[in-house]
């Protein structure tokens, strides 16, 4: 291999690794945004109130932009894994499951979910009395982003499998917590179901950032 062999392969490692520090970045923009509004936003309670109810009222451009940028770093992400996956176990699915969280986040946040709970202030207490198109497109953006993410975590273990053990746990946990989470946050404790969707994502989207971080080392 000549030196400009070298130099082009070289750049295309590098190419590759930036696109997947676009998935390890997702869980620190996410998270720090989010944390930032929970302390700073009036009347935002999270046990009360999910992180999408941020994308209501006079700042909730701030957390619909948090839910498009994670997608479309997730959508960059997607191109990092299937050309540093391709053909490997999980290097077909993987990719493609990140994508689909990555429109699902940003279906998401182009279309924030219906107040409710009293938040934003003025909003009547309790759930609204239906859902409204712009709600209906947020959950299912939501739906689709969960449901490829979950998926993943096991698509992802079966890539790690015996050779890296410790990641392929990881991934194992992370997969069966994150709708656990869910499920919890919406029938056994739903007066404090925000902490729980929350925690799902803080689960679901670190395991993804720290996933593109172990595969952008190698």
């Excluded at 720090?32 to 109130?49: L, S």
């Excluded at 839910?67 to 191109?79: E, I, P, Q, R």
């Excluded at 946040?109 to 938040?119: E, Q």
């Amino acid at each position: 291999m000549n030196s400009t062999q070298h130099l082009t392969v070289a750049a295309r490692r590098t190419g590759v690794a930036g696109l997947l520090w676009c998935g390890a970045a997702i869980a620190p923009v996410f998270l720090v945004v989010a944390v930032v509004q929970m302390i700073t936003r009036p009347g935002f309670d999270i046990a009360r109130h999910a992180v999408s109810s941020l994308q209501n009222g006079d700042f909730g451009w701030v957390q619909s932009m948090n839910f498009a940028v994670c997608g479309l770093l997730a959508l960059l992400s997607a191109l990092g894994f299937r050309r540093r996956l391709r053909g490997s176990r999980g290097g077909t699915w993987a990719p493609v499951l990140i994508g689909a969280f990555g429109i699902g986040m940003v279906i998401a946040g182009l279309f924030p979910p219906d107040a409710a709970f009293g938040f934003p202030a003025g909003t009547p207490e309790g759930a609204p009395a239906g859902m409204s198109v712009t709600g209906g497109l947020h959950s299912l953006g939501f739906f689709v982003a969960f449901i490829a993410l979950i998926a993943c975590c096991f698509v992802l273990a079966r890539h790690f499998g015996r050779a890296i053990p410790g990641w392929r746990n990881l991934s194992l946990i992370a997969g069966a917590a994150t709708p656990l989470l869910i499920i919890f946050g919406t029938t056994l404790f739903t007066g404090t179901s925000g902490i729980f969707y929350f925690a799902a994502g803080v689960v679901s989207f670190t395991w993804l950032s720290a996933a593109a971080w172990r595969i952008g080392m190698k």
